[in-house]
């Protein structure tokens, strides 16, 4: 049996991240991703040019009838685009009990181009961190979610948000290594790999995803960390250029 994820995200007509990065990172984990896309992206490799959000009704309704006949075993949310979607999702989350929550708060693409208004940052902490069992935000997502610079001060501000843990990637930071710090009320912990060559589209919607699809398998949290950070690190160093700007992750390999 493949574990149902249920996966809270934004459509990328590009297929490096969003919606495309959380199907093919789930499944190549053995999993099966039920999709509620919230927004439309006007994007490519290169920056995001705009985006159109989906209704809540239409959401709401999309929703009604997955929880009507699937079972989930976790749940990935990423771009969320307004406050009045992040309230649809509290009340969807609401709904599954019990069922652990990967929030990658998006708020713009890897190459630039913000994906959200302006009020979402607020929403996010108020509405989806005490909801969450990892938040998983690259430095300037923390920084800007925070008001802090340094990565400490960030990751206890993410925990007094309410999460029961917080890793911040560290792919944006001018260090020889990136590293990924895991922020938990019991401690924390620092993983160090490789900087790889190249700038990468959709690497974080692929670790909070490959995240829930170990989650949803039953790993503990830092067992998922350990698979999903190797596997994202396979993924990047397979990476190619499909068009003029990031490279792919091969997520399938």
């Known amino acids: 049996m493949k574990p149902n994820v249920l996966v809270i995200a934004g459509h990328d007509p590009s297929g490096g991240a969003g919606i495309h990065a959380d199907i093919e990172a789930i499944h190549a984990l053995g999993g099966l991703a039920s999709t509620l896309i919230t927004g439309l992206t006007v994007q490519n490799s290169i920056n995001v040019r705009g985006f159109a959000l989906t209704d809540v009704a239409l959401l709401r309704q999309q929703a009604d009838a997955l929880l009507d006949d699937y079972q989930f075993a976790a749940v990935k949310i990423g771009m969320t685009g307004s406050p009045a979607i992040i309230r649809f999702i ?51 997502e923390a920084q800007a979610l925070t008001g802090e610079q340094d990565v400490a001060a960030c990751g206890a501000k993410l925990l007094d948000a309410g999460c029961l843990s917080a890793v911040v990637t560290g792919t944006h930071a001018d260090t020889d290594d990136v590293e990924n710090h895991l922020f938990m009320r019991s401690g924390n912990r620092t993983w160090q790999w490789p900087r790889l060559p190249g700038s990468f589209h959709g690497s974080g919607c692929t670790l909070a995803s490959a995240c829930a699809a170990e989650l949803a398998h039953g790993a503990s949290l830092e067992q998922a960390l350990d698979k999903a950070q190797a596997y994202v690190h396979r993924c990047l160093q397979n990476a190619w250029q499909a068009g003029k700007g990031q490279l792919i992750p091969d997520r399938h390999g």
Do not use: C, I, K
């Not at 969807?92 to 302006?118: F, I, K």
């Not at 607020?122 to 430095?139: C, G, K, M, Y």
């Open 90 to 140: 509290g009340e969807v989350l609401d709904r599954l009990p019990g069922v652990p929550v990967v929030l990658d708060p998006v708020l713009a693409a890897e190459a630039g181009g913000s994906l959200g208004e302006a009020t979402v940052p607020d929403a996010l902490l108020q509405e989806l961190f005490p909801r969450s069992v990892l938040v998983t935000p690259n430095l300037p």
